[in-house]
T-cell receptor, first 109, second 116 residues
């Protein structure tokens, strides 16, 4: 699986948009970009995934660059409960996801 | 959304004993489940892929005789830590692949094992 690079930590004010970047310059053509988050001592929670096009669901939006070498997860209105470690993962059809260190997002009041 | 349940959520055992952790997909069938291990302040590490009706595939460095995986039905996979030792203390997490719909992976809430 392709390796991803994320900043180790980010801060965001409550109510503002949180934009979490991810670099995946070695992504293959058939690999998806997945985003999960993990709140302390819980299992990872699926957020969103995409292949080429931008995606949006009730939780977040995923913006993938045209060359697919990077992406941004957007939480439009961050709340305190969004404080978590966010993992950007690139994976193929076998769904064997390799977790990196992720980004610790801290939402401040 | 789909739910994956793990049991027990936490367990304490004596060194040398075996511990079984269950992973169930509650409202969908999962031919494939994955087992991860997570040490404090570290990321999840994939241990093995569990396939219903066949032998599990283990990642490099994971002892298959120590971490026994059984996936006997489309909704249940079990991980047995045999002859557990303190260094096996960790957070064990499973995920289940919903093969219908969009093929999303759903994770359980994890099982915290403490070996005394």
């Amino acid at each position: 699986d392709a390796k991803t690079t994320q900043p180790p930590s980010m801060d965001c004010a409550e109510g503002r948009a949180a934009n979490l970047p991810c670099n995946h310059s070695t992504i293959s053509g058939n690999e998806y970009v997945y985003w999960y988050r993990q709140i302390h001592s819980q299992g990872p929670q699926y957020i969103i995934h995409g292949l080429k096009n931008n995606e949006t669901n009730e939780m977040a939006s995923l913006i993938i660059t045209e060359d697919r070498k990077s992406s941004t997860l957007i939480l439009p209105h961050a709340t305190l409960r969004d404080t978590a470690v966010y993992y950007c993962i690139v994976g193929g059809s076998n769904y064997k996801l390799t977790f990196g260190k992720g980004t610790l997002l801290t939402v401040n009041p | 959304g789909a739910v994956v349940s793990q049991h027990p959520s936490w367990v304490i055992c004596k060194s040398g004993t075996s511990v079984k952790i269950e992973c169930r997909s509650l409202d969908f069938q999962a031919t494939t489940m994955f087992w991860y291990r997570q040490f404090p302040k570290q990321s999840l590490m994939l241990m093995a892929t569990s396939n219903e009706g066949s032998k599990a595939t283990y990642e490099q460095g994971v002892e298959k005789d120590k971490f026994l995986i059984n996936h006997a039905s489309l909704t249940l996979s079990t991980l047995t830590v045999t002859s557990a030792h303190p260094e096996d203390s960790s957070f064990y997490i499973c995920s289940a692949l919903r093969t219908s719909g969009t093929g999303e992976l759903f994770f359980g809430e994890g099982s915290r094992l403490t070996v005394l």
